[in-house]
């Protein structure tokens, strides 16, 4: 209010100055020059200074009508910005509102027993998840609870159906999968617990499955070609005849996991814990295993052809019957690894060490052998023949026998044959 009286006294101020300029102002400023009575000089000296007095009125007047123009226009663009707020703030709690009701119905139509209720309920989520980024932890664990109350793993007795057929998740649970697997990608605080769940031939290709809980699951047969596993925890999962093709498992956790038969191809297990995991007869060829911790693991009979398993930690480990073709092996580090008639033909072994490794009957032609540690080794039947690097000295560290095949030039040294003959041509002692 007081403003405003402010403003009525000024502006009827600045009218009374202005009219007294018009009507004095001439004599005020130069009123020695001016008489009462007009000269024609004296009339242009006065209409000149009143037409200055009324061009700055005029803009003086332009200038307040900006800054009262300008000053309307915030006032209407922030009371604008304050009801576009308002109507923002209004339609995310009716958007909040609506997703809260689908939340809602999606959650009654799973709990239902008729099957394409459960089916619609699995797909709503979904739609949920996609919608609403804030509600993506919930759904994923909604659905992950889902599953572990639907598909518990059966007792570790249980055995496979005689028809492969049978060997495949409920209809709703690989739904339910399905949705977890392709997921939108996005920072999540936890990890999916699918912990002791029965996922027996479940198609899970190309899901994602980072950093998910998998430990004591049932994977047999099941399809994970392309999955994205990496620093998932499957310790102790029963996975024989899993299809892992192209997967990636960088640091995932499988320690005492059974992956008999498993294919896993191209796969990738960069620094994977597979100690003590069961590899048997697994296709492993192209696959990815450097600084793959392999201590205790058996994988007698296993396919490892192309395979890069640098840096690999393999104490205990049993590659018996191996094929290896073409692996690559360099600064392995390894005590008491069972190779023997395993096929090494082309591997790449320098730098590794394998103290007291059996390599009885192993096949070791054009391998490269420079700067391997063969210290202890059993080299009964071994066949060398045409290795690369293999020198004397490494030899001598061995157990050579009268049946190690050597390079020529290795074979016909004295030394060699009188280090063997004061062995008696007999295997080194056990550990």
Known sequence: MRRRVFGWVAATLGIVVFVLLLWKGPWWADGAHLGPSLTPGAGAVVTGFR???????????????LFYTDRNFRHTRELFEHVREKDREQADLTREGQMTDRYATAIGLIAAPELTKRLGGIYALERV????????????EVLAAFIREHAPAPGLDAAAPADDADLRPAEHVQAA????????????????????TDLRGADLRGAHLHRARLQGSRLESADLSGSNLEEAE???????????????????????AILDNAYLTRASLVGAGLAGASLRAAFLEGADLREALLIGAHLEGALLNGADLRRARMSETHLSGALLINADLREVSGYVVHL?????????????????????????????????????????????STSVG??????????????????????????????????????????
């Not at 007095?53 to 007047?61: D, I, K, Q």
């Not at 026998?401 to 063997?420: N, Y």
């Open 234 to 256: 499957l310790g102790g999962a029963r996975m024989s005849g899993v299809h892992l093709t192209d997967a990636r498992l960088d640091q995932a956790e499988l320690t005492s």
């Open 51 to 65: 037409t200055a007095v009324v061009a700055v009125g005029a803009g003086v007047v332009a200038g307040f009508g």
């Open 129 to 140: 998840m996609r919608d609403s980024p804030k509600d993506h932890a919930t759904v994923v």
């Open 390 to 431: 293999l020198t004397l000295e490494q030899i001598l560290a061995a157990w050579p026998t009268d049946t190690t095949q050597l390079p020529d030039e290795l074979s016909a040294s004295a030394t060699l044959q009188a280090h063997i003959s004061g062995r008696g041509g007999g295997a080194p002692p056990q550990s």
């Open 340 to 384: 023997d008639e395993a096929t090494l033909y082309r591997s790449n072994l320098c730098d590794a060490l394998l103290h007291r490794t059996d390599l009885k009957n192993a096949d070791l032609r054009e391998a490269v052998l420079a700067g391997t540690q063969l210290d202890g080794s059993q080299l009964e039947g071994a066949n060398f």
């Open 177 to 196: 999968l399905t949705v977890l697997g392709r997921r939108p990608v996005q920072e999540e605080p936890f990890r999916v617990d699918l912990r002791r």
